[in-house]
């Protein structure tokens, strides 16, 4: 299984998940590498989210990820309707 760095980022326009580009092999590599990096992760977040109020960093695995993909993919096709 396969887990990914999530981040939920709450702005005043919209709730974005967003998720780091590269896998771990599992959860305990997944936290530590969070919990080195935790303030690096979220100035990047600030970085790429001007007007973030606030976020949060998890890791989550990869039937999450899926989950999210289709949430998304729904709310796609609701607003092409």
């Keep these: 299984?396969?887990?990914?760095?999530?981040?939920?980022?709450?702005?005043?326009?919209?709730?974005i998940p967003t998720v780091k580009d590269y896998a771990f092999?599992?959860?305990a590599q997944c936290?530590?590498?969070v919990m080195r990096h935790q303030h690096t992760l979220m100035a990047q977040l600030h970085e790429r989210y001007?007007?973030?109020l606030t976020g949060t960093i998890s890791c989550v695995d990869n039937t999450?990820?899926?989950?999210?993909k289709a949430v998304d993919?729904?709310?796609?096709?609701?607003?092409?309707i």
């Design 31 to 33: 936290t530590d590498y």
């Design 50 to 52: 001007n007007d973030m």
């Design 64 to 68: 999450v990820i899926e989950a999210i």
């Design 1 to 15: 299984m396969k887990w990914f760095i999530l981040a939920l980022v709450i702005t005043n326009n919209a709730t």
């Design 25 to 27: 092999k599992s959860e």
């Design 73 to 80: 993919q729904e709310q796609q096709l609701g607003r092409s």
